[in-house]
């Protein structure tokens, strides 16, 4: 493989991951569903601090609302959990369109059959590749 060849397939690379970490959609959606699952976390937490309350037999009154604030934190990390995953989605969606859009190896009309005709077709031999 030439050097010309190898030096397009790194800049594809590159460029690819510049465009797919430049996208705000993917940053925000990862601290989004970070920031959620810590919620879920912290309302495992309540939950079993309520329930030990409860246990006691006299701190049901405090224990009870507890487990009840504990189960809802839950809840609404799993739906904005489910929102950021959406949203890194669809930065990783927009962040793929624009990278083969600007690919220096594969044009948008040019999109291999399978990889081992690709190549033939563009010089490179299967049996450097495939050892």
Do not use: H, Y
């Amino acid at each position: 493989m030439g050097w010309s060849r190898l030096s397009a397939i790194i800049d594809t690379f590159i460029g690819s991951g510049f465009v797919i970490f430049s996208q705000l959609d993917i940053w925000w959606g990862a601290a989004e569903t970070a920031e959620s699952l810590a919620l879920i976390g912290a309302g495992g937490d309540i939950i079993v601090g309520g329930a030990v309350i409860c246990l006691t037999g006299v701190g049901c009154i405090a224990g009870a609302p507890a487990v009840a604030t504990g189960v809802g934190m839950i809840g609404t990390g799993v739906a904005d959990t489910a929102d950021g995953i959406g949203r890194i989605n669809d930065g990783l969606g927009k962040a793929l369109r624009e990278a083969n859009g600007s690919s220096s190896i594969i044009s948008e009309n040019e999109i291999p059959e399978s990889l081992a005709n690709w190549l033939t077709k563009k010089g490179i031999p299967w049996e450097v590749i495939s050892r």
